[in-house]
């Protein structure tokens, strides 16, 4: 029996996604507790590993895709390069952002 090997695709996360990140975790820290900031910045890091294991997910627009967070509500907007094997984390929105 053959067994399929999860392919790990390697992870950047762009500059304008890094701001978007530490915008949420400030905002987190100051507005609610610092136990949500950290809780927001483990989910995001869990949701990573997610995408690096199996990154095809829905499609929005062009080649960008998305994947939710379960407990705080963001999306994670990227684009994979199958032929490299490496995703491009672009943006990570609220929501509520229009």
Do not use: G
């Not at 390697?10 to 900031?37: C, F, G, M, P, R």
């Not at 199958?82 to 509520?96: C, D, G, L, Q």
């Amino acid at each position: 029996m053959k067994w399929i090997q999860n392919m790990v695709f390697k992870i950047t996360i762009s500059h304008e996604a890094k701001i978007d990140v530490e915008h949420s975790y400030l905002y987190y820290q100051t507005k609610v507790n610092k136990k949500v900031a950290n809780n927001f910045l483990k989910e995001f890091k869990t949701i990573i590993d997610v995408i690096s294991k199996s990154p095809f997910f829905k499609i929005w627009f062009d080649n960008f895709r998305a994947k939710s967070m379960k407990k705080h509500p963001f999306l994670l907007f990227y684009i994979v390069d199958e032929k490299e094997k490496t995703i491009v984390i672009a943006r990570v929105f609220h929501t509520s952002q229009p």
